[in-house]
């Protein structure tokens, strides 16, 4: 994680919430990015972006990884 990122870049009490609560909770404490679901076996980039959180869930949208700015 780059500290040149603006606002919370982690949000480590989200792992076992539902993944439309996290996403509400990551956009609502740092307006500066935008969370997105990625389900088991979706595509996603490695680039790293101050203004975006993978939400990596499991089957049934349980947050499964600690969302964070950047790559994950």
Not at 22 to 33: S, W, Y
Not at 48 to 59: T, Y
Request: contains cysteine; hydrophobic residues 45%.
């Amino acid at each position: 994680m780059a500290s040149f990122c603006e606002g919370k870049q982690s949000w480590p009490e989200l792992v076992g919430m539902d993944a439309k609560i996290a996403v509400a909770t990551i956009e609502k404490e740092n307006p500066l990015v935008n969370a997105i679901i990625a389900k088991p076996y979706d595509f996603i980039t490695f680039d790293f972006r101050c203004d975006q959180v993978w939400v990596r869930v499991d089957c049934e949208g349980i947050v499964r990884v600690v969302p964070t700015v950047g790559y994950d």
